[in-house]
């Protein structure tokens, strides 16, 4: 794999220069706004839980991960977008079937494992190797984003389990999901409408994901002690 062979996916960039994707770009302010706010808050209600400032950290990575994919636009810097990405979801889901389904921490390793396995599997089937979907504009329907299927799964089953079981986190894993579901729509659509559209719509994806992590982010701060089980 050529780790600096150049990238070019999304509908913004024209060429190869560092601001050629301006809105993609500045866009992944909004995660560092949520890591921010997340922090803040943590701070303000003395919570001092390991899990929960690994998903905070995550959150910032995220921003600045993404940040170097749309700017330098080359294979090492998709990794460095992807991976603090599915890091985020492994450690939540983790977090989450503690806090919102209750299962006993004894059995988490096992979960822990089985989702690192998955997302591993995400991650090679992607690259595949040679990772010609990162250098080349992706030519399926849904333009690359089947690959956050298990993301949506997993946001879908905490919205219904924390609704039926009246967790005080419902509200914002459910107005985190609904953020999610139209970012995907907006991932999705976005080399399809460069002929009416050439800024694309990936910068959406980027604002509405960063709403979402602020959602999943202040829920697990504000809702700890309630949603915490015995």
């Keep these: ?24 770009a500045i866009s992944n302010a909004m995660f560092l706004l949520a890591a921010l706010w997340a922090a803040r808050t943590a701070v303000a209600q003395n919570r001092r839980e390991a ?58 390793t096992i979960i ?15 690259s595949d190797g040679s990772a010609p979907e990162l250098t080349e504009p992706r030519r399926d329907p849904l333009n690359g984003s089947g690959q956050y299927a298990p993301a949506v799964i997993a946001l879908i089953v905490f919205s219904i389990l924390s609704w039926r079981r009246s967790s005080p986190m419902a509200p914002w894993v459910i107005a985190a999901t609904l953020a999610f579901l139209v970012s995907l729509c907006a991932r999705t659509v976005d080399m399809a409408i460069c002929n009416s559209f050439p800024a694309g719509t990936h910068f959406i994806w980027h604002g509405l994901n960063g709403v979402m992590i602020a959602m999943l982010l202040q829920g697990l701060i504000r809702t700890l002690d309630a949603s915490d089980p015995a």
């Excluded at 991960?65 to 977008?81: I, R």
């Excluded at 822990?112 to 591993?120: G, H, K, Q, R, W």
């Design 1 to 24: 794999m050529d780790w600096t062979q150049a990238v070019d996916i999304y509908c913004e960039r024209t060429d190869a220069s560092f601001w050629a994707e301006p809105l993609n």
């Design 112 to 126: 822990f494992l089985a989702i690192a396995a998955v997302i591993t599997v995400v991650v090679l089937a992607a």
């Design 51 to 108: 899990d929960l400032w690994i998903l905070i950290t995550l959150a910032g990575l995220i921003g600045i991960g993404s940040f170097l994919f749309h700017t330098f636009a080359q294979v090492w810097s998709a990794f460095a977008d992807t991976i603090p990405i599915w890091s985020f979801v492994a450690v939540f889901v983790f977090v989450a079937i503690r806090r919102i389904g209750g299962v006993n921490p004894g059995k988490l």
